[in-house]
């Protein structure tokens, strides 16, 4: 996916910026504790899709970049 997308989009609820899990084919929210997928290159930022991230792993786990 492109950086330069990532970099643009926002969390749907609180407009706070995203971090891209490539392993997970996910955009995570730190904020909201959501992670929103990437289907086929194209990010799902639709709060219906979104699944809770897990609250023991810490936000910035391995894997996530912004």
């Known amino acids: 996916m492109d950086t330069r997308l990532i970099d643009l989009l926002v969390c749907p609820i609180c407009k706070s910026p ?25 990010p799902v930022m639709l709060v219906n899709e979104a699944r809770p991230v897990d609250e023991a792993a810490p936000p910035a786990a391995a894997g996530l970049s912004a």
């Open 18 to 42: 995203l971090s891209h899990d490539r392993e997970a084919r996910e955009l995570i929210c730190a904020a909201d504790r959501l992670a929103f997928p990437i289907r086929d290159g194209i």
